[in-house]
């Protein structure tokens, strides 16, 4: 027997039969009904952050409303992370006893009465603002409000 060639064996016959496929095509309907389904029982992601959004005022009024006496208004200074510099109504304290302090003086007030100011330069990265607010959170102020001064 030469190489390449097949040995027939006496008796047997070729069927002539097509090697066997898949239809995919029932397949990818399958896929993208699916598909379909989960994009629409997906549920909603949540925001973390709440937000209000104050209007712009329609109008310059000269009566502007004057902030109250007890206002409190953090101002971020210098440092990173949890080693920041802040000051509470123009008094300097590190982060950790901001925390400590400012939780002195919101147990004193109504609970309505908690709103607390935040400042911070805008060029601070983002995760050390994060940071002030978990401080503030676990400090009692709610709400938070942030202060922007360079929007018109």
Known sequence: ?????????PGSKKLGLTPPNINVTPLIDVLLVLLIIFMVIQ??????????????????????PVPPADLLMVDVKTGIALDQMVELNSRPYALIDLGKV?????EQR???????????????????????????????????????????
């Open 1 to 9: 027997m030469a190489h390449g060639e097949a040995e027939e064996i």
């Open 102 to 106: 400012l939780k002195e003086l919101l």
């Open 43 to 64: 549920p909603q992601k949540e925001a973390k952050f709440e937000s209000q959004i104050p209007q712009k005022p329609q109008d310059e009024d000269k009566n502007a």
């Open 110 to 152: 109504p609970s309505d009465n908690r709103a607390v100011f935040l400042k911070a330069p805008k060029d601070k990265p983002y995760g050390d603002i994060v940071y002030v607010i978990d401080v503030l959170k676990g400090a009692g102020a709610q709400p938070i409000g942030l202060q922007i001064d360079y929007l018109q």
